[in-house]
């Protein structure tokens, strides 16, 4: 099936528009031509009327026998000076006493409207008479002393026919009309290719098309995507968005969703932001927020929800290859140094202190991999702990984590990954802050339940940077390298995106102590 182009759309119901157009004022202005005729010959014949129902002879011979050979040359001559179509003069029996035709003289006049002349009325009516249609002025005759009423002057203008009024100004009309059509196909040419150009020469359907076609797509997205325009009212919601926000009317602003978050509180369409935490109706999102600029003007956002159950379902599996990465190859360096040592001490037939060494060993890691197992529930902690020990020993530092330590179960909003995020950043960052000292230490105290959560992690670096209020900023760190300055950002967002603290103070001797609680019920000291 061919389908008709957006311009030839535009020309075909333009040309409609005009020519309608065009011959309804053409109509309208024919009826306002005849009424603002019948208007003028009204007047007009109401004037003549009076002037003849004044004149002397008039009133004399009116009702009188013989009075016609008197009215009738007198009522011809006014009449043919004026140019209307008949006077006729009539008595109080409606007998005619002059008319154009003389075969009517003596007859009775029989118009059907001249009832109330007959009562002392003058007006102007409106009827067909023996001419035809016409405009006629009725003024009553008194006699000589003013006093009673003798007769009746009829004048009659034919009224024009509106055939008449269409056949006289045809060539007006005509003129209008081509000017119109000419005017009207020139402006939807233009129109057309303006459009055209709004619409990328795209074709109504096409649009159309496309617009289907993205909306499914967006739709069938795995993520929530919302669209806000540039005073933060939504414009469009997936499915998935509407499922985490449980919205389902039309129209809201992004602060009115979203009251009581960073989201609601600090939103910018000139804003760009990459996965920060959101809290929504108690589930955790990954926010992404993209700014939408139309020809370098801001025109909105493009908001992205991401739920925080299956990037952590990924985080987790990295984060634990990672961590058995990292807990496989420094056990592999430090097993290796103790099998030379071990070695050695054979070799020196020294085997009783070989012996004591591997039992000391065997003893040590049974006791603190037997701890950890009876204190702390999640599996992916535990192997953080256990690989991030390991790590430790091979930089040479002493990781002491407190007898106190008891995670019983992962706290309400948070994940395994969550916890692994919070804990691996925080000891990273207490380890190479103590690389510096001779004698490197780290302590860790871990906490929590279904509703609390205290984490305290202490070194004995060089303590907080002049610039301790900015070490939490997204970028910034001490260390000049790329990709430095995410850690404790993370950290901050997933605390605080669960209402909680995070703290950071210089010990008084050096070091640094970061310290997290979320929820109440679990004393810490």
Not at 53 to 60: E, H, V, W
Not at 390 to 415: D, H, P, T
Request: aromatic share 8%; net charge negative.
């Amino acid at each position: 099936m061919t389908r008709i182009s957006l311009r030839m759309k535009i020309f075909i119901f333009s040309f409609i528009l005009v020519v309608f157009s065009v011959m309804t004022s053409g109509w309208l202005m024919i009826l306002n031509i005849s009424t603002a005729f019948e208007k003028e010959l009204g007047a007009r014949a109401i004037a003549i009327a009076r002037t003849v129902a004044q004149l002397p002879d008039i009133k004399t011979n009116v009702g009188k026998n013989g009075g016609a050979k008197i009215i009738q040359p007198m009522a011809e001559r006014v009449r043919l000076a004026t140019n209307v179509d008949y006077i006729v003069v009539f008595d109080m029996d409606r007998i005619r006493y002059s008319h154009p035709s003389e075969s009517k003289l003596g007859t009775p006049f029989e118009g059907g409207d001249e009832l109330p002349s007959l009562s002392e009325h003058e007006y102007i009516s409106k009827a067909q008479g023996v001419l035809g249609y016409a405009i006629r002025a009725f003024v009553p005759i008194m006699n000589a002393e003013g006093v009673k009423q003798v007769g009746v002057v009829t004048v009659g203008i034919m009224s024009p026919t509106l055939q008449s009024l269409i056949l006289e100004y045809q060539k007006d009309m005509f003129i209008s009309l081509f000017w119109g059509l000419l005017i009207g196909l020139i402006g939807s040419f233009f129109i057309a290719n303006h459009l055209k150009k709004q619409t990328l020469n795209l074709e109504p359907y096409e649009i159309a098309r496309l617009v289907e076609e993205r909306s499914s797509m967006m739709q069938s997205m795995d993520i929530g995507i919302l669209a806000t325009d540039d005073k933060g009212n939504i414009t469009f919601m997936n499915r998935l968005a509407i499922q985490y926000t449980n919205f389902f009317g039309e129209s809201i602003n992004i602060s009115e969703l979203f009251p009581e978050t960073w989201l609601g509180k600090q939103f910018s369409i000139s804003k760009e932001v990459v996965y920060r935490p959101l809290l929504c109706r108690k589930v955790m999102y990954l926010v992404k927020i993209y700014p939408i600029n139309v020809n370098g003007r801001p025109a909105g956002s493009l908001i992205m929800m991401t739920d925080r159950k299956e990037a952590n379902m990924l985080a987790e599996e990295l984060t634990g290859i990672k961590t058995l990465v990292d807990a496989l190859r420094s056990q592999n360096h430090e097993y290796m140094n103790k099998l030379h040592s071990i070695a050695g001490l054979i070799q020196l037939e020294r085997s009783d202190e070989a012996l004591s060494m591997i039992v000391d060993e065997i003893s040590d890691e049974q006791t603190v991999i037997q701890f950890l197992k009876d204190h702390i529930s999640d599996y992916s902690v535990l192997g953080l702990l256990l690989g991030k020990r390991s790590r430790a020993k091979e930089l040479g530092i002493s990781l002491i984590i407190n007898e106190k330590s008891c995670l019983l179960e992962v706290i309400n909003g948070f994940s395994s990954g969550d916890l692994v995020t919070v804990i691996g950043n925080l000891l990273d960052n207490a380890m190479e802050a103590c690389l510096i000292r001779e004698q490197r230490i780290v302590h860790l105290l871990l906490q929590g339940n279904a509703t609390f959560l205290y984490i305290e992690v202490r070194d004995n670096g060089s303590g907080l940077p002049e610039e301790a209020e900015k070490i939490f900023e997204y970028g910034y760190s001490t260390k000049q390298k790329e990709g430095r300055g995410i850690g404790l950002a993370l950290v901050k967002q997933i605390v605080e995106s669960n209402k909680g603290k995070i703290s950071a103070k210089t010990e008084p001797d050096g070091g640094t102590i970061f310290s997290i609680k979320v929820g109440e019920g679990i004393d810490n000291e």
